[in-house]
């Protein structure tokens, strides 16, 4: 038995992946017959496709810079922004993780952690400065850096073979959380595949919700199919209502 004292506090642990934004018109990656917006990821999204063809890379990534102006968030997002405000007025803790690198989910209101980094910004691997912008859009012009003159920035964007950022602040959230919600993500891409299964081995409730069923869903996560801007919002509300919200 244990007492209220003893209970752990409500903190919900949201992670989120690209089937979140398909419904703002943004392609996800393993859809469309496992091309990238008609691209092989490894030939666009590695460390070694930016020293072998940096404009092929640009010009991809120049595409999904100026594509944010052209997308609006979903009710998903909006949801989760509320998700949040709601439990925390309740005194209880939420944390955000995405696996996306739009930016749908602070223009819905939301501060999540972009573990792979976002669009929205471009460092400079020579000094390391990170700049935000996203007003030089043209295909074809290179950034060049206004820290220390190198010149090409490149996108703020965690590659294959890179390692993701904010795993120490994700990992406190995962031993922490009491409930965790994975939405619009194929559980194909380490380590974020990995977080379903330790929140669930750490005690969570753990819930899955995604058009297709993801390779890492087990019979003890609550699977809620369908499509994000339609499930989510519900999803939110069942959620606070078992908290007694
Ligand atoms: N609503 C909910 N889920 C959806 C929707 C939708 N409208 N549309 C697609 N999905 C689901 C798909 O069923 C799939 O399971 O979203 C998932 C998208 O999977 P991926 O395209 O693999 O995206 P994600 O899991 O976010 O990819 C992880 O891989 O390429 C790298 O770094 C990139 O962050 C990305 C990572």
Redesign the pocket.
Known sequence: MTTSAEQRAVHLLVL?????S??SGVR????HGGL?EGQR?EDV?TPQAWRRDRRLVWRFYQQRRAQLGEVSPNP?HAALADLERQAKLAGGAFTLVT???DDLHERAGSQPIHM?GELAWLRCERCERRVRDLEHLSPDEFVPCPACGHDALRPD??W?GEMPYHMDAIELALASCTHFVA???????WP?AGFLAAARDLGARTFV????A?ENLDPRDEFVP????Q?VPKLSKSLLAGFGL
């Open positions: 989120t992946g690209a089937g979140i398909a419904d996800t990656f393993r859809d990238w990821p999204a998903a696996q996306n690198v792979h964007i965690v294959f939405i619009g993500t194929s559980g194909q891409v974020a919700q995604s058009l297709d993801p369908g499509r994000a801007a499930a």
